[in-house]
């Protein structure tokens, strides 16, 4: 981890050059590494994100529990706790759904930008593009 280490110790395991990186150099990264962008997750569809839920230890154990109560004609637990279970699928899939379209909607507000410095010269830049001059 870079936090744990000294200036020197950082700057070395990065690669650091002093006044910023030639073109040359800077090409020569962006072909090894690829442009700088925050990585993402791929969305889970709907399907999948509700069989993940449904594979929750607790919705099972619970599940279990409520079957039990079922063979052992005491109604009245197994549909307090399928009805547990319900609730506890359909909040999580729901918070889920809108964690993942705030999470969009966030990255999709604007364009991440950055300030380069190449050659002794700084620069702003987008943050895909960034070393790209």
């Known amino acids: 981890m870079l936090t744990n280490q000294s200036l020197e110790e ?31 997750e791929k969305p889970l569809s709907p399907w999948l994100r509700l069989w993940k839920n449904l594979k929750n230890p607790l919705v099972i154990l619970l599940s279990i529990l409520g079957l039990i109560s079922f063979l052992t004609g005491d109604i009245r637990s197994t549909l307090v706790i399928f009805m547990m279970v319900i609730l506890g699928i359909v909040l999580r899939y729901v918070q889920e759904m809108r964690a993942d379209k705030a999470a969009e909607k966030t990255e999709s507000n604007g364009k991440y930008t950055c300030h380069c410095l190449q050659r002794w010269k700084r620069y702003r830049s987008s943050a895909e593009n960034a070393g790209a001059r």
């Open 10 to 40: 950082m700057q070395q395991r990065v690669d650091y050059i002093p006044g910023g990186l030639s073109t040359e150099e800077a090409l020569k990264r962006l072909n090894e590494y690829g442009f700088n962008e925050i990585a993402r």
